[in-house]
Each structure stands twice: as C-alpha cells, then as structure tokens.
C-alpha cells in the first residue's frame, strides 16, 4: 500500500458535507462552517488546481457571517497579544536563558542526501515508529487507504508561503487530512519527518474527541500549545531513526535543524518581549496576519536593522514554547515512560489556554528544568555525542 492518493475525491466528499450543513446550521456555528468551507475549498484548489464555484457562492452568500468569523479571528490574536504583554518580563528572562543555552554549539547541517526509498518502504518505517511509540501505525494505514495523505500542487504549493506539511481538520465528521509538498521538493528522510510532524496534529485532533465545543473551535486561534504534539512526534520520529541505525546522518541533521528552529522563534521572542507595549497593540505596525519586521538583537543585546521580516507574532509564540514542552517530554518519554503518561495528561486538559508561565508547573517541572533539558539535547547533538540512544 502506498501513503499518497493522487484522487481529490476525499476532498471533494468532505466540502460536500459542509455545504450540506449550511441548511441545517445555527447562527452559533455558522462561523465554525465558514471556517471549514473556506479552508476545504483552498485545500482542493491546493491539490487539484480545482476551484469550487459552489463553496465559492455559499461564501458570498453568508459573506456577513465571514465578515463577523474574521473579526472574532482578529479579536483572538489581540487577546492572545494582550497575554503575551502581561507576561512579557517572564518570556524576556526565558528566552534569554534559552539563547544561552545554545552558546559555543556547532549547529552545521549535513548536505541533504536523497534516499530513493518508495512509499512503501516509508510506510513500513513510519508505521513502525508510530506502534513503537504510541501503537498508533492503523491509523495512519487507514489515512492513507481512504485517501486522506495527499500532497499540494506543485505550482499552489510554491505559491504559497508555509512550510513542509500541513493537516486539515474537519470537526464535523472528524476527518483528518495531511497534506505535504511536492515529492520533488522533499528529500525522502524530510518527507518522512514531515508526516510524523503533521500525524501529531492528527493524534492531537483525535484526543480533542472529550474536548468542549468551545475549545476546539478557538484552539488553533487562542492555544500557545497547538505545535507541541506535532513537535513532539517529529523529535521522536528522529530519535527512532538514530536508535534504529536509519540514515543516522539525515537523522542528525534534522535534529540540528529542529533544535536551530526553536533558537529561532526564542530569538523573535526576544525581540517582540522588548517591543514597546504600543508597538504591539497597533495594528499600523503588523498585516492582518500579525507579521512584525524583525530587528534582532546581537550578543550585547543591542537592536540591529532587519534584512527582511521573520515569523508573526502566533508562530513566535506557539513554535518557542511548544518546541521547548516538545523536547522534554520527548526526553521524559525515554528516561521515565510512567512520569510522561503522568505529565501528557495533565497537558491535555491545559493545552486550551493562551500561555501561561505555570504550565511548567502544571506539567510537573519547571523553567530552570526545561532550560537543562533543552541544553542537554543542544550538547548532545552538536558534539555528536550519544546517538543512540539507550
């Protein structure tokens, strides 16, 4: 059995039972349904080169109701940037300590080797990851058999600014979708790490099933923590690759990659804790989408003038945090398997909220914890120390 369909027909079924909802709707989840309609009516144009003129009418039609789902979008970011400022002296301190964590490490990536495996020599290693770690390998083979792995068009895909993968929920009837690049685009060993990443967010959709209405209807949109899941999977996917002697060298790379990525969104932490309160409230100085010229800070902590702009504001604030929740459970998950049950539970019930400095203490650690840990990985990667690990 191979991972990718090349039929949209699972697209196409899904945007039927949308628009089907469309006459049975209520005013208070009218705004969930054009949420659902727009993003799979996009993702059959992303994958097909297919637009859906039908979608593209009811949209019109209800075009007060999109109107007023953007608004409550745009009031969420100003709530989640209200947040951020309250606690804005924690994230300065954190970030700081976390950039210190990466002092005197070589980050140098191996040249990315095309592996020439077929999709189902992949399968086979993804599924058996995914049984290994969470006995989770029917799932995904069931995915892929209903036709629910795909990947962009080529020419939507460069067209559009995001990364690698990306997984598309659809809550009423609880479908999962991921969608990756263009094989073309992708390494084997990438294209891999990619679909661990994006199953994390369907592993984290399926554990939504006890969730309120509420919570997953505002999760992307007010949660600081809708990455850690999927981080979580990628780091374990890398270790299961290192551990099992597969293509350590791509392996490590992307380890190195994953821990630059999260020295990243900590230094735009940095950056944003440091802004002047009106900066960040004023929407003359971002997009719709909350996008911030970057000026970064040099080693004497002074402003230097940006090249260009780095991520928004939500990537910043979601990626840093849960990159460092990510790698210590991944962590925990090796060194105590029963504390990490423990400690995932509670983060479920908490993963909801906007960030909160207790999380830490919530999850049964601590900042100064989580900064050991994080430098421990950094250590062991850039040295290329203990790769296998035990």
Same mark, same amino acid.
């Given at each position: 059995?191979?991972?990718?369909?090349?039929?949209?027909?699972?697209?196409?079924?899904?945007?039927?039972?949308? &628009?089907?909802?469309?006459?049975?709707?209520?005013?208070?989840?009218?705004?969930?349904?054009?949420?659902?309609?727009?993003?799979?009516?996009?993702?059959?144009?992303?994958?097909?080169?297919?637009?859906?003129?039908?979608?593209?009418?009811?949209?019109?039609?209800?075009?007060?109701?999109?109107?007023?789902?953007?608004?409550?979008?745009?009031?969420?970011?100003?709530?989640?940037?209200?947040?951020?400022?309250?606690?804005?002296?924690?994230?300065?301190?954190?970030?700081?300590?976390?950039?210190?964590?990466?002092?005197?490490?070589?980050?140098?990536?191996?040249?990315? /080797?095309?592996?020439?495996?077929?999709?189902?020599?992949?399968?086979?290693?993804?599924?058996?990851?995914?049984?290994?770690?969470?006995?989770?390998?029917?799932?995904?083979?069931?995915?892929?058999?209903?036709?629910?792995?795909?990947? +962009?068009?080529?020419?939507?895909?460069?067209?559009?600014?995001?990364?690698?993968?990306?997984?598309?929920?659809?809550?009423?009837? /609880?479908?999962?979708? %991921?969608?990756?690049?263009?094989?073309?685009?992708?390494?084997?060993?990438?294209?891999?790490?990619?679909?661990?990443?994006?199953?994390?967010?369907?592993?984290?959709?399926?554990?939504?099933?006890?969730?309120?209405?509420?919570?997953?209807?505002?999760?992307?949109?007010?949660?600081?923590?809708?990455?850690?899941?999927?981080?979580?999977?990628? /780091?374990?996917?890398?270790?299961?690759?290192? &551990?099992?002697?597969? +293509?350590?060298?791509?392996?490590?790379?992307?380890?190195?990659?994953?821990?630059?990525?999260?020295?990243?969104?900590?230094?735009?932490?940095?950056?944003?804790?440091?802004?002047?309160?009106?900066?960040?409230?004023?929407? /003359?100085?971002?997009?719709? &989408?909350?996008?911030?010229?970057? %000026?970064? %800070?040099?080693?004497?902590?002074?402003?230097?003038?940006?090249?260009?702009?780095?991520?928004?504001?939500?990537?910043?604030?979601?990626?840093?945090?849960?990159?460092?929740?990510?790698?210590?459970?991944?962590?925990?998950?090796?060194?105590?398997?029963?504390?990490? @049950?423990?400690?995932?539970?509670?983060?479920?019930? @908490?993963?909801?909220?906007?960030?909160?400095?207790?999380?830490?203490?919530?999850?049964?650690?601590?900042?100064?914890? %989580?900064?050991?840990?994080?430098?421990?990985?950094?250590?062991?990667?850039?040295?290329?120390?203990?790769?296998?690990?035990?």
């Amino acid at each position: 059995m191979k991972i990718f369909t090349d039929s949209s027909d699972s697209i196409v079924r899904e945007l039927d039972t949308i &628009k089907d909802s469309f006459g049975i709707t209520k005013f208070k989840a009218m705004k969930d349904n054009i949420e659902r309609l727009e993003s799979f009516s996009e993702l059959l144009y992303q994958i097909s080169g297919t637009k859906d003129e039908e979608s593209k009418r009811i949209l019109e039609k209800f075009d007060k109701y999109k109107r007023a789902n953007e608004e409550a979008r745009l009031e969420q970011f100003r709530k989640r940037i209200k947040n951020f400022i309250s606690d804005k002296d924690f994230h300065n301190s954190f970030s700081g300590k976390v950039i210190k964590a990466y002092q005197k490490r070589d980050f140098n990536y191996y040249r990315d /080797r095309r592996l020439y495996l077929d999709e189902e020599q992949m399968l086979a290693i993804i599924c058996d990851f995914l049984d290994s770690e969470f006995n989770q390998a029917d799932e995904f083979r069931r995915m892929a058999f209903e036709g629910k792995i795909l990947r +962009f068009n080529l020419d939507s895909f460069e067209d559009k600014e995001m990364a690698a993968g990306e997984t598309v929920f659809n809550h009423l009837t /609880r479908n999962n979708f %991921i969608i990756t690049a263009p094989i073309k685009l992708l390494a084997d060993a990438d294209l891999m790490r990619t679909l661990a990443h994006e199953f994390g967010h369907v592993a984290d959709n399926i554990d939504k099933r006890f969730a309120s209405v509420k919570d997953i209807s505002n999760y992307a949109w007010v949660s600081s923590y809708v990455e850690v899941y999927s981080l979580l999977y990628e /780091r374990l996917f890398l270790d299961y690759l290192i &551990k099992n002697n597969l +293509f350590k060298e791509d392996a490590l790379s992307g380890l190195k990659e994953y821990y630059t990525d999260i020295y990243d969104q900590f230094n735009s932490i940095r950056y944003l804790s440091n802004l002047d309160d009106y900066l960040l409230t004023n929407l /003359r100085y971002k997009s719709k &989408k909350g996008i911030i010229n970057q %000026i970064e %800070i040099d080693e004497a902590g002074e402003f230097i003038m940006p090249d260009g702009v780095y991520s928004d504001f939500a990537d910043a604030n979601k990626y840093s945090y849960s990159g460092v929740i990510a790698n210590y459970f991944a962590t925990l998950k090796h060194e105590d398997p029963e504390m990490f @049950k423990k400690a995932f539970e509670t983060f479920k019930r @908490k993963r909801f909220d906007r960030f909160n400095p207790s999380i830490f203490e919530d999850i049964g650690t601590n900042p100064d914890e %989580i900064i050991k840990v994080l430098e421990k990985g950094t250590t062991a990667v850039s040295t290329k120390k203990k790769l296998i690990l035990e």
